[in-house]
């Protein structure tokens, strides 16, 4: 259950309650693919960085280790350590950004895996099922990504074909948590606003998909190749047909300066790759802009990441020596690079909180959102 604490302009702070605990908003998911955050960090280190949410990957632990293993081990949670929500995605964007070879029917969609190239079919009662054995807190539909650009006609098409599948998705879930065996019998669904660039469908959509009552409500397809101000149009033209006591859940963005325009416009839940990959290859977002640590200037830097940061790694650790480790390749480098960056961003949205709190939001969003972009 979402509720609506305070407004500014369109920003909203809120709550929202899970079978798993209440979620501050709005929040950032913190991406754990196959069950674990790439970089080496583990449910346990997910609490020292303020996270909130994490977010699994329902195609990939299909494929492995299985769903079915996951359910024997006694679900996600139980099988991570992780006692807090957990969001699985539907399956969905995989399948349409992994598989070479696929064929979507009304049914669903037959495509090869990724792995080893065994043909798999996924639908949205597969996909619901898949994730009721994940025991997730709440579980995305099965909806079909398109890319962009795409014909109207096409993307037309596909949106009437994603509210079917919603439709499916609901029934097929509240079968899945009336059985007795179900691991969360309480898992929670959210539906998916698809139409590509194409305001009208995309109006037209989330008007249908908001009847059906369902526990939130994402934006999906998007960053996925078309403008920043695109997605902004987007979300602007979206935002006053998403009903206002419902979580609205940004999928797959982004960067700080567009997750703060898109709580500007009225978002409350995101998730990206970005701060755990970027982290990876040495690209560390701080409060004065991205730092690249893998420049010489900082090979005899004694002070820390970013001063105004209290992370384990800026608490402990200096420039020149986070250069050193990526420098020599160690493991231990790229850790120390995503828990700082998971943690500047679950600590930028607990400051957006804040902000909203007091009403200085849209003050404070004009003055950082220069800086935050900008490479050091």
Known sequence: MYRLLKTENK???????????????PAFMNVAT????????????????KCQVMLSNTYHLHLRPT?????????LHKMTGWDGPILTDSGGFQVFSLAKL?????????????????????????????????????AMAFDECVENPATYEYAKQSVARTTRWLKRCKAEMQRLNSLPDTINPRQML???????TFDDLRVEHMKEIAELDLDGYAIGGLAVGETAEEMYRIIEAVEPHMPKDKIRY????????????????????FDCVMPSRNARHGHLFTSKGI????????????????????????????????????AAGEMLGMRLGVIHNLYFYNNLMEIIRVKIENGNFEQ??????????KRI
């Not at 769903?67 to 679900?75: H, P, Q, T, Y």
């Not at 959210?190 to 590509?196: K, L, P, T």
């Not at 940004?250 to 839940?269: F, H, K, S, W, Y």
Request: glycine share 10%.
């Open 11 to 25: 920003a909203r702070r809120g709550e929202f309650e899970t079978p798993h605990g209440t979620i501050q908003t």
């Open 34 to 49: 196959c069950a674990a955050i790439k970089g080496g960090l583990s449910a346990l280190d997910l609490k020292d960085i």
């Open 291 to 326: 730092v690249n640590i893998h420049n010489a200037k900082y090979t005899l830097d004694q002070t820390p990441l970013d001063e105004n940061c209290d992370c384990p790694v800026c608490r402990n650790f200096t420039k020149a020596y986070l250069r050193h480790l990526f």
């Open 190 to 196: 959210f539906g998916i606003n698809q139409g590509c």
């Open 102 to 138: 696929r064929n979507i029917k009304e049914e669903g969609v037959t495509f090869n895996s990724h792995i080893n190239g065994q043909k798999i079919f996924m639908g949205p009662e597969e996909s619901m099922q898949i994730q009721s054995n994940l025991g997730s807190t709440i």
């Open 67 to 75: 769903d079915n293993v996951v359910k024997e081990l006694g679900g």
């Open 364 to 373: 404070w969003k004009d003055d950082v959102i220069p800086i935050l972009g």
């Open 250 to 269: 940004l999928m797959g963005v982004g960067t700080p300066v567009n997750i703060i325009e898109a709580v500007a416009r009225g978002v409350d839940l």
